[in-house]
């Protein structure tokens, strides 16, 4: 059974670009969630999808859009990058009905370089 | 709102001593709690999860935690620590009853253990 993956594995990009992350969720799960994880910080929230629509986002300006397709994976965007979006952009999947106890599983990341 | 406080960001043991890494929370609803684990280049894997039952949690590779309401702590011990244990640890919250599964982490503490 695959896990939570994501590509690309790493990406550098330049101040003022765009991006674009994916992440296809594990085998029957129904949400996905975005984390960014700066160096030497614990992950923070930026949103999750259920539905195909954004259900919960966190502190994050509107730089940061994503969506999620028919078969639950999902994209990540960011636009007109800013050095301080250099971070570990994390993605977890977790399925809507198992309730609020729900674990969310994470994948192994995108590393995004902004020059 | 809610926040996660791990006191000590670096710990570190000898091989077979007792781990202990603390996670003070804060939230104005009944929290759920976790803790996951991170190895170097890896996404996170949950080590254990308190969602309203027992209040001490028993989870994977030996590792335990104790739900103290009273304290609004979350502790994470193992009795006998093994090299294979060294990575970072991440406390994480989330509210209960409100449908709201954003995952709230705290800083990281990075284990070492010596041999």
């Given at each position: 059974d695959a896990g939570v993956t994501q590509s690309p594995t790493h990406l550098i990009k330049t101040r003022g670009q765009q991006v674009t992350l994916r992440c296809s969720p594990k085998s029957g799960h129904d949400t996905v969630s975005w984390y960014q994880q700066a160096l030497g910080q614990g992950p923070q929230f930026i949103f999750q999808y259920y539905e195909e629509e954004e259900r919960q986002r966190g502190?994050?300006?509107?730089?940061f859009s994503g969506h999620q397709f028919p078969n639950y994976s999902s994209e990540l965007n960011v636009n007109a990058l800013l050095l301080g979006d250099s971070a570990l952009y994390l993605c977890a999947s977790s399925q809507l009905a198992g309730g609020l106890t729900d674990t969310q599983y994470f994948g192994p990341g995108t590393r995004l370089t902004v020059l | 709102a809610q926040s996660v406080t791990q006191l000590g960001s670096h710990v570190s043991v000898s091989e077979g001593a007792l781990v202990l890494l603390r996670c003070n929370y804060s939230s104005s609803v009944p929290p759920y709690l976790f803790w996951y684990v991170q190895y170097p280049n890896q996404g996170l894997q949950l080590l254990l999860k308190y969602t309203s039952a027992a209040t001490l949690v028993k989870g994977i590779n030996g590792f335990e935690a104790e739900f103290k309401k009273s304290e609004t702590s979350f502790h994470l011990t193992k009795p006998s620590a093994h090299m294979s244990d060294a990575a970072e640890y991440f406390c994480a919250v989330s509210e209960a009853?409100?449908?709201?599964r954003a995952l709230t982490f705290g800083s990281g503490t990075r284990l070492q253990v010596q041999p």
């Open positions: 502190n994050f300006p509107d730089r | 009853d409100t449908g709201r």
